[in-house]
């Protein structure tokens, strides 16, 4: 089992930033990948970031050179740095933890980009 706790979500104008951070606890194994996937009313939820505990990232191209993913030392934890929101970016945020063998999602925290 791996709990995961996500926070740094909330209301946003145009323009602005956020920083979301969600930590890992459990059995967690060392290879592992973690990202932030979202999903908007209506829609399904799609990859934003992820990276892997040897550093390999990607991000989905609405982001690209907006936000920014990175991991804590310890590779449990991992951060989305969120600049220059759009509207279009309103959404909750899911963290997700992938191993070899499980995978998992964290609660969800809304991030809303309104004026």
């Known amino acids: 089992q791996v709990q995961l706790v996500e926070s740094g979500g909330g209301l946003v104008q145009p323009g602005g930033s956020l920083r979301l951070s969600c930590a890992a606890s459990g059995s967690i194994f060392s290879g592992n990948t973690m990202g932030w996937y979202r999903q908007a009313p209506g829609k399904q939820r799609e990859l934003v970031a992820r990276k892997t505990s040897s550093g390999n990232t990607n991000y989905a191209d609405a982001v690209k050179g907006r936000f920014t993913i990175s991991r804590g030392n310890a590779k449990n934890t991992v951060y989305l740095q969120m600049n220059s929101l759009k509207p279009e970016d309103t959404a909750v945020y899911y963290c997700?933890?992938?191993?070899?063998?499980?995978?998992?999602w964290g609660q969800g925290t809304q991030v809303t980009v309104s004026s």
């Open positions: 997700n933890y992938a191993d070899f063998l499980k995978n998992y």
